[in-house]
T-cell receptor, first 112, second 113 residues
Framework: EPEVTQTPSHQVTQMGQEVILRCVPISNHLYFYWYRQILGQKVEFLVSFYNNEISEKSEIFDDQFSVERPDGSNFTLKIRSTKLEDSAMYFC??????????FGPGTRLTVL | AQKVTQAQTEISVVEKEDVTLDCVYETRDTTYYLFWYKQPPSGELVFLIRRNSFDEQNEISGRYSWNFQKSTSSFNFTITASQVVDSAVYFCALKGNTGKLIFGQGTTLQVKP
């Protein structure tokens, strides 16, 4: 069964460093998303992406964040200058249309 | 504004007991979808069910059943004869006219042997 994959599973970085989180969505899916979950809290929407552009973003998704689909398979989230409060689990998701979203296993980001 | 409320933070049951997880939502959209996701201790988010706003039929899948009541804006989830493997955090989520999912705070279910 096809699934969303994410790498790395855990990323540790120093405050102020740039990180890139990578995702490979399910191959026939057209919509891509990033969510984050601060430890012990609910899952929060960051951004959705369709047809090579952002279709919606939350107030969390400020200028420090960017997304890209550099090729036909990868979908990346870049944080330019990480802050302590960026420490969270980041989930990538994809959907065929704007229907059921299937999530990857997540990347745990730890900012020191 | 859209909102999902899961009032039960934690529930603890003994194996084989039935348990119901509550979900109440708010939306002004006339068309919307409701979801349940399971987050086991390993951390991934596993899709369980999707319901659209026009379909109020209850659904049963094995030991799982869902009760959608538009009149009370609720979408409750019942596990019958719970098992230790059901121990997880369960999230209810809402999707309105935009693509994003709005999640509730989650209910941690602990099933003891």
């Amino acid at each position: 069964e096809p699934e969303v994959t994410q790498t790395p599973s855990h990323q540790v970085t120093q405050m102020g460093q740039e990180v890139i989180l990578r995702c490979v969505p399910i191959s026939n899916h057209l919509y891509f998303y990033w969510y984050r979950q601060i430890l012990g809290q609910k899952v929060e929407f960051l951004v959705s992406f369709y047809n090579n552009e952002i279709s919606e973003k939350s107030e969390i998704f400020d200028d420090q964040f960017s997304v890209e689909r550099p090729d036909g398979s990868n979908f990346t989230l870049k944080i330019r200058s990480t802050k302590l409060e960026d420490s969270a689990m980041y989930f990538c998701a994809s959907s065929v249309m704007r229907d059921t979203q299937y999530f990857g296993p997540g990347t745990r980001l730890t900012v020191l | 504004a859209q909102k999902v409320t899961q009032a039960q933070t934690e529930i603890s049951v003994v194996e084989k007991e039935d348990v119901t997880l509550d979900c109440v939502y708010e939306t002004r959209d006339t068309t919307y979808y409701l979801f349940w996701y399971k987050q086991p201790p390993s951390g991934e988010l596993v899709f369980l069910i999707r319901r659209n706003s026009f379909d109020e039929q209850n659904e049963i899948s094995g030991r799982y059943s869902w009760n959608f009541q538009k009149s009370t804006s609720s979408f409750n989830f019942t596990i019958t004869a719970s098992q230790v493997v059901d121990s997880a955090v369960y999230f209810c989520a809402l999707k309105g006219n935009t693509g994003k999912l709005i999640f509730g705070q989650g209910t941690t279910l602990q099933v003891k042997p």
